[in-house]
């Protein structure tokens, strides 16, 4: 991205402005792509975390089925079937 930056400068400087603004311009539409695509991505995967369901766990020696919130580190899962 700095690359493209500089060259854009060089090219000012060498009078072939139209080069810098169309790279210039691609920069910047690539850039608000990208941040459309990775808020799309972030929506979807807060989507599905928020999602609550039942797991069983063990606990001090016995299963228990509770919510996925209520997990906790050191709780071993015992997927059903």
């Known amino acids: 991205m700095i690359i493209q930056y500089i060259t854009?400068?060089?090219y000012f400087?060498?009078?072939t402005a139209l080069y810098a603004y169309l790279?210039?311009?691609s920069s910047l539409i690539t850039i608000h792509i990208n941040y459309i695509l990775m808020r799309i991505s972030y929506n979807k995967i807060r989507k599905i975390a928020e999602k609550t369901f039942k797991v069983r766990v063990m606990r001090g020696g016995v299963l228990k089925d509770i919510n996925n919130a209520d997990l906790v580190p050191g709780d071993l899962y015992f997927p059903d079937g």
Do not use: R
Request: glycine share 12%.
């Open 23 to 25: 790279l210039l311009g």
């Open 13 to 15: 400087f060498e009078d």
């Open 8 to 10: 854009s400068i060089l």
